[in-house]
């Protein structure tokens, strides 16, 4: 076993990020295919132990959306059978509650102050260690199939450097689920399935890559691209509540959407009188009287026709008896507000936004549990690592939480810390700053000066008891019985920040004039890209994913 993770960390090693030593990494280098070669017999017995790793996550589900949770009136059949054997993080939270940097702390167990994705469109360092570059690693079979959003400003991955250990590549391309483009392999022409719900046909490619790798451990991402917000084919009379055009009409041909039979479950009721949470409100910002009611069966049609794909991708894995020898997890990038707090999407600190799905089972080593504690993105990483008894890159800032997983005795952390800066890396001039201390009963925030201060904070500051005010409709500011509280939450949160070295409270919180962030790693030239932006050579601001 010693053999094999000497072999896993010095091809990881390779990339600048991992060793603590950065200049061990040329020799390194040179002598790893000696290495291999060496220990190649060992770690190939001991690779045939490990378990399978089954990665699915959607874009946009909020955890509110499980059958099982008794919340949204959704239907989801399949996720809810999963988690009657499986194990549960009922306050798992996005890290950053936006595309590309969440799916960065996914993949890297990284904050993005580390990790350099601090907004959509920022690249991922071809050299930070991934889920796929510790399993390649490992001598697992991998496989990338759906969304990626971390190729930076043009997201298509050509290299096998930028694709992280994933040797089979299925890359989607945009939000089309019913005529969705991709880029497969190293085919340089982008391929479109028209006609086709592109969460079936990605969970049937990831199926055939299963069929063809059963004779070595597998680790297969299965990214589905909705229930976000989509376009194209089948969208033509989709809209935004709160997009419109300059003169106030309706653009069309963007929302929420699924196949028709699946939205048609939550067709004929009238959500304004049977509303699906209670704190839904007109939208706040654009177009007041947008409302989200009629956005309800596409994003529920979508979630449901997904729950029927994982079924089937679940189905095929008991039928073959690989339940008991694959880590399957199932969670989402970040939530969708749909209407509450007036909001729609994701990008702030309410439930709504930051909470995600987090089912993980291995039948008859996971234990069955619905857990309350604090469960965060970045340590989602750490805890498959763990489970998987694979090297977790010292970098890792997530907390390995696959003691708990079987059930041993293991203390979680008390806080999960959430953050926000941009939602693309073109809003140079339109930053949302946000620092927030999530715990199973508070979330506290600071927030920077942005749209949001004015709304729903006293002097970027506020605090919600979730355990008495589970919807957020009733903030705590200062001067309403709380102060020792929230100054204690306050200090928390700066050890916090402090420990990340994140300088949001002395140059972003009260900043009308931030700027993009100071990061502890950079993976584009953000100088040069200020220019191009001021200069009008690149577009901007950009539509957040």
């Given at each position: 076993m010693l053999m094999c993770r000497g072999v896993i960390i010095a091809y990881l090693c390779m990339k600048k990020n991992y060793c603590p030593m950065k200049t061990t990494t040329t020799p390194i280098r040179t002598l790893l295919p000696l290495a291999v070669l060496a220990a190649s017999g060992t770690a190939a017995a001991q690779v045939e132990e490990k378990p399978n790793i089954i990665f699915v996550f959607a874009d946009q589900w909020r955890k509110q959306s499980l059958g099982f949770r008794g919340e949204d009136p959704v239907q989801t059949p399949n996720l809810d059978k999963f988690a009657s054997w499986a194990f549960s993080f009922d306050n798992a939270t996005s890290c950053r509650p936006v595309s590309g940097?969440?799916?960065?702390?996914?993949?890297?167990?990284?904050?993005?102050?580390?990790?350099?994705?601090?907004?959509?469109?920022?690249?991922?360092?071809?050299?930070?260690?991934?889920?796929?570059?510790?399993?390649?690693?490992?001598?697992?079979?991998?496989?990338?199939?759906?969304?990626?959003?971390?190729?930076?400003?043009?997201?298509?991955?050509?290299?096998?450097?930028?694709?992280?250990?994933?040797?089979?590549w299925v890359q989607s391309m945009g939000h089309m689920p019913f005529n969705q483009g991709y880029y497969i392999g190293d085919d340089p022409n982008r391929v479109y399935k028209k006609g086709v719900w592109a969460p079936t046909f990605e969970t049937d490619t990831a199926i055939g890559f299963i069929e063809d790798n059963r004779d070595k451990p597998f680790c297969v991402v299965l990214s589905y691209n909705p229930p976000h917000t989509s376009g194209g084919y089948m969208f033509e009379d989709r809209w935004q509540p709160g997009k419109r055009k300059p003169d106030g009409t309706i653009r069309y041909g963007y929302g929420y959407g699924g196949p028709r039979e699946y939205e048609a479950l939550y067709t004929g009721v009238d959500y304004r009188e049977n509303p699906i949470r209670g704190n839904v409100e007109?939208?706040?910002?654009?177009?007041?009287?947008?409302?989200?009611?009629?956005?309800?069966?596409?994003?529920?049609?979508?979630?449901?026709?997904?729950?029927?794909?994982?079924?089937?991708?679940?189905?095929?894995?008991?039928?073959?008896?690989?339940?008991?020898?694959?880590?399957?997890?199932?969670?989402?990038?970040?939530?969708?507000?749909?209407?509450?707090?007036?909001?729609?999407?994701?990008?702030?600190?309410?439930?709504?936004?930051?909470?995600?799905?987090?089912?993980?089972?291995?039948?008859?080593?996971?234990?069955?549990?619905?857990?309350?504690?604090?469960?965060?993105?970045?340590?989602?990483?750490?805890?498959?690592?763990?489970?998987?008894?694979?090297?977790?890159?010292?970098?890792?800032?997530?907390?390995?939480?696959?003691?708990?997983?079987?059930?041993?005795?293991?203390?979680?952390?008390?806080?999960?810390?959430?953050?926000?800066?941009?939602?693309?890396?073109?809003?140079?001039?339109?930053?949302?700053?946000?620092?927030?201390?999530?715990?199973?009963?508070?979330?506290?925030?600071?927030?920077?000066?942005?749209?949001?201060?004015?709304?729903?904070?006293?002097?970027?500051?506020?605090?919600?008891?979730?355990?008495?005010?589970?919807?957020?409709?009733?903030?705590?500011?200062?001067?309403?019985?709380?102060?020792?509280?929230?100054?204690?939450?306050?200090?928390?949160?700066?050890?916090?920040?402090?420990?990340?070295?994140?300088?949001?409270?002395?140059?972003?919180?009260?900043?009308?004039?931030?700027g993009y962030p100071e990061l502890n790693h950079y993976t584009m030239d953000l100088e040069d890209y200020t220019r191009q932006l001021e200069s009008g050579k690149v577009r901007g601001p950009q539509e957040v994913d």
């Open positions: 940097p969440n799916r960065a702390c996914l993949m890297t167990g990284m904050y993005p102050i580390n990790n350099g994705v601090f907004a959509n469109s920022v690249p991922l360092d071809a050299e930070t260690p991934t889920l796929g570059d510790v399993c390649k690693a490992a001598g697992y079979a991998t496989a990338y199939i759906g969304k990626w959003h971390l190729g930076g400003l043009n997201d298509h991955v050509a290299t096998a450097e930028g694709r992280h250990g994933f040797d089979t007109p939208m706040r910002k654009g177009n007041t009287k947008d409302r989200s009611e009629g956005c309800i069966p596409g994003y529920f049609g979508a979630i449901t026709a997904i729950d029927n794909d994982f079924g089937t991708l679940m189905n095929y894995l008991e039928q073959e008896g690989l339940l008991e020898n694959t880590i399957v997890v199932f969670t989402a990038d970040h939530g969708e507000s749909m209407g509450s707090q007036g909001l729609m999407t994701k990008g702030t600190w309410f439930e709504e936004s930051v909470g995600v799905p987090c089912i993980i089972g291995m039948r008859g080593s996971i234990v069955n549990r619905r857990e309350q504690c604090v469960f965060n993105s970045i340590d989602l990483l750490p805890t498959l690592l763990g489970m998987a008894s694979l090297p977790i890159p010292p970098q890792v800032d997530g907390k390995d939480y696959s003691p708990m997983l079987t059930g041993e005795a293991f203390t979680p952390p008390q806080y999960a810390l959430l953050s926000f800066d941009f939602g693309g890396v073109a809003e140079l001039k339109f930053p949302r700053y946000w620092r927030a201390l999530y715990s199973p009963r508070y979330t506290f925030v600071l927030c920077g000066m942005n749209s949001n201060r004015d709304v729903y904070t006293r002097d970027g500051m506020v605090l919600y008891d979730r355990q008495q005010d589970p919807l957020q409709m009733r903030p705590i500011f200062k001067g309403m019985g709380h102060d020792g509280l929230m100054d204690r939450l306050f200090a928390a949160l700066a050890a916090e920040l402090d420990a990340t070295g994140d300088p949001f409270i002395e140059k972003y919180w009260n900043n009308e004039n931030a």
